[in-house]
């Protein structure tokens, strides 16, 4: 079965800093991987994805993730956080050999940038 | 791009009464909905997933009868909490599935008292 596991319940980091939200994964096959963000009473934005090619993916506001088959992780990373990155951080799954291909999430990592 | 519209963002209720919570999907075809409920400080819940025209396939430990789920259209899903209790109070965030992939939408609160 698949999973994800986000060890970090939350990342505290300073305004101008570089920030890391950790992610890993496991799945048999290849997976899709995903990076959403949740504000308060919202539902889930899009970061970004990575399913096949580069190793390092570009996303929306900066964000980007590097995929390490390797070490079967999927970290979440950016150069310069802003205080407006604090949210709700989700990584999930999408197995390929799935018929309707859901999600599985991890348990969210909040980040708190203060500044 | 993908906008997927949930309607409504909140929701008071009286316990024993039922709640339809609406998810369209605005510019673009959902081939699968998905319905998820959240817990404080926790995850999505997968509840079920839906095809258009075809019944709901959920997830283990979430009752069918309770939380029934209608797919009409390749634009809207639908998720009706029947006969709510406190219990059942909790975020309910619906996703779907096209072209560009999965797109959600912006979560109901459901408050049962």
């Known amino acids: 079965a698949q999973s994800v596991a986000q060890p970090e319940d939350q990342v505290n980091v300073a305004e101008g800093n570089p920030l890391t939200v950790k992610c890993t994964y496991s799945?048999?096959?290849?997976?899709?991987l995903f990076w959403y963000v949740q504000y308060p009473n919202r539902g889930l934005q899009f970061l970004l994805k990575?399913?096949?090619?580069?190793?390092l993916v570009k996303g929306s506001y900066g964000f980007e993730a590097e995929f390490n088959k390797s070490q079967t992780s999927f970290h979440l990373k950016k150069p310069s956080a802003l205080v407006s990155d604090s949210a709700l951080y989700f990584c999930?799954?999408?197995?390929?050999?799935?018929?309707?291909?859901?999600?599985?999430f991890g348990t969210g990592t909040r980040l708190l940038v203060s500044p | 791009g993908a906008v997927v519209s949930q309607h409504p963002s909140r929701v008071i209720c009286k316990s024993g009464t039922s709640v339809k919570i609406e998810c369209r999907s605005l510019?673009?075809?959902?081939?699968?909905m998905f319905w998820y409920r959240q817990f404080p400080k926790q995850s999505l819940m997968l509840m079920a997933t839906?095809?258009?025209?075809?019944?709901?396939?959920?997830e283990q430990g979430v009752e069918k009868d309770k939380f029934l789920i209608n797919h009409a259209s390749l634009t809207l899903s639908t998720l009706t909490v029947t006969s709510a209790h406190p219990e059942d109070s909790s975020f309910y965030i619906c996703?779907?599935?096209?072209?560009?992939?999965?797109?959600f939408g912006s979560g109901t609160r459901l408050t049962v008292v």
């Open positions: 990575y399913i096949t090619g580069d190793n």
């Open positions: 799945v048999s096959g290849n997976p899709y």
């Open positions: 996703s779907a599935r096209g072209a560009y992939g999965y797109t």
């Open positions: 999930a799954v999408g197995p390929m050999n799935t018929g309707f291909q859901k999600l599985v």
């Open positions: 839906s095809n258009e025209g075809s019944k709901a396939t959920y």
């Open positions: 510019d673009f075809q959902a081939t699968t």
